[in-house]
């Protein structure tokens, strides 16, 4: 799953290695979203979750880049999570955080 990828990535570690490492995280967002409209308070809790420990990631990953292209696209997609609700779009920040750790051989450890 690209979310626990991501995550596992930027902390070099494995499942659990780090807070937010855990597909489960992701699958429960995913639940709440499918909640809709029902379920609002649920939807903005599991957002809310998912925005910090992805925003944390590619600030913790920031640190190890030193290729200025790839440090402004990632502190884009950073910033295009503040307040961000719309899954699609969140989905889409996940997506592409990803093909830049792969690219910048960011391991999972």
């Not at 200025?68 to 969140?90: A, C, F, G, H, S």
């Amino acid at each position: 799953m690209s979310y626990e990828v991501l995550i596992r990535r930027a902390y070099h570690c494995g499942r659990y290695g780090s807070k937010g490492a855990d597909a489960d995280i992701y699958r429960s967002f995913q639940m709440a979203h499918a909640d809709l409209p029902d379920n609002q308070k649920r939807y903005k809790k599991e957002v809310k979750e998912i925005v910090t420990f992805i925003s944390k990631a590619i600030t913790k990953a920031l640190k190890e880049i030193t290729i200025p292209e790839k440090i402004l696209k990632l502190e884009e997609l950073r910033d295009r999570l503040i307040m961000q609700e719309n899954k699609q779009v969140i989905d889409r920040v996940i997506k592409e955080t990803v093909t830049i750790f792969v690219e910048l051989d960011l391991e999972i450890r």
